[in-house]
């Protein structure tokens, strides 16, 4: 009979490498333990026959995904990963692995105002999708996920008409271009320094500079590039921008100034200043098709 001997792994005696390996041990346990993380959902994939995959923007870890087991026609999770859902999370997360195991989900808000209306959906599905362009994995973004939450918690409240929408959805861009490092300059014009509130007719919106010039200048900057230039856009539009930048997000609805006409001036200088100052931005968002202004 042939009897296999076998030795245990030899040990080392060295007092620091001993020392060493019982804090690599102890790192290892601790990334492996389970977590607890405040998620946004932002969208959920079918994965094989039970199993989904939830991408969800975190408090505290930025965008995150995680594989939910057997979460096909299951109560287990009770409506947490459903879109715009806000839920605590206990799940696994392992060293260098892209996917996380979530365990479990307890209910913070369903948003459940967001289902109401095609308006509201629509709008909270740009959101989210501007979310899933911009958010890095696993990289902390407190500030965009109160934005986005305030955002959510805002649209759910909030009766909309084609006007109101255009100044939800221009606070958020704008926000979120500021979120991004890029800070407008529109207090005065880039040439002459003439001040907004002293400007008399439209003005010329800059897009590389994130600027504009008044009708004054137009002329005398021929250096400027032409794609550089956008569209005119009236003062008081400008002056919401300027609110939209600086104030909550919520106050925005109260306090706007401008007509239609002069929102819509300011989402179309919003898209290509995203479009040209954030990667990824350059392509339109497919939700957006489903937003109606009219």
Partial sequence: MNIAFYRKKKQPSDPLSIVYNKIVETQVRSKNQLQTDLVIVLKAVRYQERNQIITGLSQ????????????????????????????EWTYLAKPGRDLWRLDQTSLRSEFKGIRTSFEKLSLASVFNEIILKIAQPEQPTPQLFQLHANALDLV???????????????????????????????????????SLTEIQGNVLCLVEDAGWLCQNCRSTEMHIKERNFVHSIEPIALADFMFYLSHPIKQSIHLFQSSKAGQEQILGFLKRLLGYHIPGFNEELKSFRFLNFS
């Fill in 60 to 87: 505290h870890n930025g965008l995150i995904s995680a594989i939910t087991k057997n979460s096909i026609q299951s109560r287990r999770f009770g409506g947490t990963l459903e879109p715009f859902v806000a839920s």
């Fill in 156 to 194: 759910e409240k909030t009766e909309l008409d084609s006007q109101t929408l255009l100044v939800i959805l221009n606070a958020y861009l704008a926000k979120i271009l500021h979120w991004s490092g890029t800070q407008p300059s529109l207090t005065c014009c880039k040439n002459c320094q003439t």
